[in-house]
């Protein structure tokens, strides 16, 4: 990593307040370079707490932009961190609305030119995209990072129909315990306490609302931009990792926005910038690329940004099963449209007789995490065991030529099931010639929404049916002497959260069962692609205090054999006790618990308890915030109970409880 701090412009930040036409304010921080001509605006707007929760992130990226000629602005959304109001739902209309008023607000500021551009990660790349879609005039350009434009389908929620238990609840909790964290009384005064009282007040478990729509509604397809392209007049730069659950995003905006305005970029990352240099690498110089995105759009440079690939992806080479890797072997590729003429969809036809698959209900134990962030334990290990549970069908790669694939496999399978529910998991694996098996890619069917993701359809129970659906995109390179290894199974907690009746599993029929591979042949536009190394601005100095205690595994399985239970317990680390240059003492402590017995789907459960305390030692002020969730389900329905207690010193200030109970409908 290279710290720049010699930068073409000095710059200079203040805190400000963005009213919005209700009246409600926003706390914002501005990054200018110090300059008497105006300049372009870029905005980062999310919930996350710029003063203290993404201020090491901000000051790796805000200042950079400063020095380079721009006013880089980053916005706490409407109830969280310093802005007023209260919390709502993520990406609602009222959050897109203050976004749209807000690049309204930085257009109209005397320093600014009046060409507005968004960025962001997750939260703030997902909102970027959507307020593209309701088109303010003034955003010329956004770059989106780890974002969707489906929002059933391709978030934290839902998975090929299926509730996402790992995310639908982890998730949930996560946004309980920000939601409930108060002001910082160093930035808005002496009335933090009545303003944290007033948005405690308006604090709802988001699970009740994300459970209460179990297919894909009105709900989810508002924020969700695949229902209308068309709509987003801004050029977009999409930006994706192969370890990051939302990738197929970005070759989604490869197909279907005017290549004259959409460019695409997918690395080997997980779900962080591509210049932070955490795992897998390799790491690029993200920053100087979005310059120059800039450049073009906001301030007209013509510096061939246009002239790249439509597609620059990275293709990883075969690698042994790991759960954590500093770098992937591979290279950088380029696909001047997508779908891409040199990617051709080569079947694998299946083998054998037919075979019945009742997998374990713990089948999935060993998935890795649903959001890779680039720590020790985030990726599957060996899938051999995992393989083990499943129905596996192979091919081999022949002795001369790699088989490299890009972009989405999918497969057909003709099943039968003896009762009307049921859940289907493929996992495409990578056979060394010594037996371990490296995860590539999975997808999940829930089959209830074989004929749509918008309703339920039973099975007709005894009868075969042909299902079709795909997998995650990927770039991936077999080796020769390799073999390709479809595992298909029944079952696969955490992640997909199984019904009752699924444990009967479905009898697979390998004839008219078949995977197929988009197989690439090498395009005109490979090699040439070259980034440069990362770089960003100083470190903000945060410091994370030494500690004596033994630190949690991050992801522990534990295995009660006597009552076939299995649990596991995962550490999230977010981000643990850090110390701010300006006297925060920030701490965070959070576990994830999921529970299941082999034979029984409706023991499924799982668990969340959060710890966040915010202390100035130099004001007096001690604030504590502590949640639980939880959710068992029952033939009938999914049960929550959810809690928040926060205190200011020893004295509670809040309590409150939620027992839900929502009806599976779906899911």
Request: include cysteine.
């Amino acid at each position: 990593m290279i710290i720049r701090t010699d930068f073409p412009y000095g710059t200079t930040h203040e805190d400000v307040r963005i009213p919005l036409p209700d009246g409600v304010e926003l706390y914002a921080r501005i990054w200018r370079p110090v300059t008497d001509e105006p300049v372009p605006a870029l905005l980062e707007y999310l919930p996350y707490r710029l003063t203290d929760w993404t201020a090491p992130r901000d000051a790796q990226r805000h200042p950079w932009y400063a020095g380079h000629g721009y006013a880089s602005v980053r916005v706490d959304v409407r109830g969280h961190g310093c802005s007023g109001g209260r919390p709502g739902d993520e990406y609602d209309a009222r959050e897109l609305a203050d976004g749209v008023a807000v690049v309204e607000w930085l257009a109209a500021q005397p320093w600014c030119t009046g060409s507005v551009g968004m960025f962001g990660i997750s939260w703030g790349g997902f909102n970027s995209l959507q307020i593209a879609a309701l088109a303010p005039e003034p955003l010329k350009a956004i770059v989106t990072v780890c974002s969707t434009d489906d929002r059933y389908d391709n978030d934290v929620h839902y998975m090929g129909g299926s509730v996402l238990a790992v995310d639908m609840h982890a998730w949930a909790a996560t946004m309980l315990a920000f939601a409930s964290r108060p002001p910082d009384p160093e930035f808005v005064g002496d009335d933090w306490r009545a303003r944290w009282l007033d948005r405690l007040e308006a604090v709802e478990p988001l699970v009740h609302t994300w459970l209460s729509h179990q297919t894909r509604d009105a709900y989810w397809r508002h924020g969700s931009v695949c229902e209308d392209y068309a709509a987003i007049r801004a050029a977009v730069l999409a930006v994706g990792g192969w370890h990051d659950p939302y990738r197929d995003t970005v070759l989604r905006l490869a197909e279907h926005l005017p290549a004259a305005r959409v460019r695409c970029l997918i690395g080997p990352w997980s779900h962080q910038y591509p210049d932070r240099g955490l795992p897998p690498g390799p790491a690029i110089g993200f920053l100087q690329e979005t310059l120059r995105w800039w450049d073009h759009w906001l301030k007209g440079a013509d510096n061939g940004v246009m002239d790249e690939p439509l597609l620059r992806t990275w293709i990883s080479d075969s690698h042994p099963p790991a759960t954590v890797y500093d770098e992937l072997p591979g290279r950088w590729v380029g696909e001047k449209s997508w779908p891409s003429a040199s990617v051709i969809p080569v079947p694998y036809v299946f083998q054998g007789a037919p075979v019945d698959v009742a997998s374990p209900q713990h089948t999935g134990l060993d998935a890795g995490r649903f959001f890779p962030f680039g720590n020790e334990a985030d990726l599957p290990p060996d899938q051999r065991e995992e393989d083990a549970k499943s129905a596996c069908f192979e091919f081999p790669v022949g002795r001369e030529e790699p088989v490299e694939i890009l972009g989405r496999p999918s497969v057909t399978l003709r099943l039968r099931l003896d009762v009307p529910y049921g859940q289907v998991v493929a996992r495409l694996c990578d056979v060394a010639p010594d037996g371990s098996s490296t995860l590539v890619t999975r997808g999940a069917l829930n089959l209830s929404a074989r004929r749509g993701r918008d309703r339920a359809l039973p099975w007709p129970v005894g009868s075969y049916e042909d299902v079709t659906f795909e997998l995650n995109g990927i770039g991936h390179a077999f080796a020769p002497g390799h073999r390709i290894r479809l595992a298909v199974s029944s079952a696969y907690w955490p992640w997909i959260w199984p019904r009752a009746g699924s444990e009967a599993g479905w009898t697979l029929d390998p004839a008219g069962s078949s995977l197929t591979l988009p197989v690439r042949a090498g395009s005109a536009a490979d090699g040439g692609i070259v980034f440069e190394a990362p770089e960003q601005a100083e470190p903000l100095g945060v410091v994370f205090p030494a500690t004596l205690d033994e630190p949690r595994p991050e992801r522990l399985v534990v295995r009660d054999v006597a009552r076939g239970t299995w649990r596991l317990e995962v550490d999230p680390r977010y981000g643990g006790t850090r110390v701010f240059p300006d006297g925060l003492e920030y701490s965070e402590d959070a576990e994830e618990v999921y529970e299941i017995q082999d034979a029984d789907a409706l023991s499924a459960r799982t668990s969340s308890r959060w710890r966040i305390r915010l202390h100035r030692p130099e004001l007096g002020w001690d604030a504590r915030v502590e949640t639980r969730s939880e959710i068992v389900c029952d033939e009938g329905g999914f049960l929550t109970s959810n809690e928040v207690v926060c205190r200011e010193g020893d004295e509670v200030v809040f309590h409150r409880t939620w027992e839900r109970r929502l009806p599976r409908a779906a899911g």
